[in-house]
Nanobody
Framework: QVQLVESGGGLVQAGGSLRLSCAAS????????MGWFRQAPGKEREFVAA????????DYADSVKGRFTISSDNAKNTMYLQMNNLKPDDTAVYYC???????????????????WGQGTQVTVSS
């Protein structure tokens, strides 16, 4: 069973930056694709970004494109989300997720990820 642990959330002013980390308990086929999702109060969980372990494929939600960067360090079994120019609308609990398979066109679908972290809160004040 893969375990994922997020860190790096916090409170930041609009225009500021944060870097989230997601440490995986193991580097296996189970973590071939890793992604970030977020959920604000009263809203559904939404896709933020995802990347394959090789880094050959990545995808971003339109709302974060150009501001957020996803990356991974395979030697450390860790994935990152660099978030710049944060906006109040980015306020949410951010979840790390992993899945063993890559199917083109499905990286944004949260139900296709069997492994999840506990979440880390990001709050952006105006």
């Amino acid at each position: 069973q893969v375990q994922l642990v997020e860190s790096g959330g916090g409170l930041v002013q609009a225009g500021g930056s944060l870097r989230l980390s997601c440490a995986a308990s193991e580097r296996t086929l189970s973590t071939y694709v890793m992604g970030w999702f977020r959920q604000a109060p009263g809203k559904e969980r939404e896709f933020v970004a995802a990347i394959t372990r090789t880094g050959s494929t990545s995808d971003y939600a339109d709302s974060v494109k150009g501001r957020f960067t996803i990356s991974s360090d395979n030697a450390k079994n860790t994935m990152y989300l660099q978030m710049n120019n944060l906006k109040p609308d980015d306020t949410a609990v951010y979840y790390c997720a992993a899945r063993p398979t890559f199917v083109l066109g499905t990286m944004r679908i949260h139900t296709r990820y069997p492994y999840w972290g506990q979440g880390t809160q990001v709050t952006v004040s105006s």
